[in-house]
Nanobody, 119 residues
């Protein structure tokens, strides 16, 4: 089993910055992909950014140039640096990790962290 622990959400004014972290632990042979999704109130969960060893990084058009996804392989941790935040970035952010473990390739979700952009 794999556990994901997210941190870094909070309240920030428009134009501000936040950095989200998601640490994976447990029975991990390798991590194939890591990413961040978000879900605003009353809306579906959408991809924000992803990072894979084969295809590199991918960003939603709405965050390109403002958000940066990165990964620390030594800590099995993925980060999302969010700059120039806008009110429309307000949502619950979830990390998503594809892990190869004893049971094969599985996908895991973090518990979610609230990001609120407001003055």
């Amino acid at each position: 089993q794999v556990q994901l622990v997210e941190s870094g959400g909070g309240l920030v004014e428009p134009g501000g910055s936040l950095r989200l972290s998601c640490a994976a632990s447990g029975s991990i042979f390798s991590i194939r992909a890591m990413g961040w999704y978000r879900q605003a109130l009353g809306k579906q969960r959408d991809l924000v950014a992803s990072l894979t060893s084969s295809t590199g990084t991918n960003y939603a058009d709405s965050v390109k140039g403002r958000f940066t996804i990165s990964r620390d392989n030594t800590k099995n941790t993925v980060y999302l640096q969010m700059n120039s935040l806008k009110p429309e970035d307000t949502a619950v952010y979830y990390c998503n990790v594809n892990v190869m473990g004893p049971g094969g390739l599985k996908t895991y979700w973090g518990q979610g962290t609230q990001v609120t952009v407001s003055s």
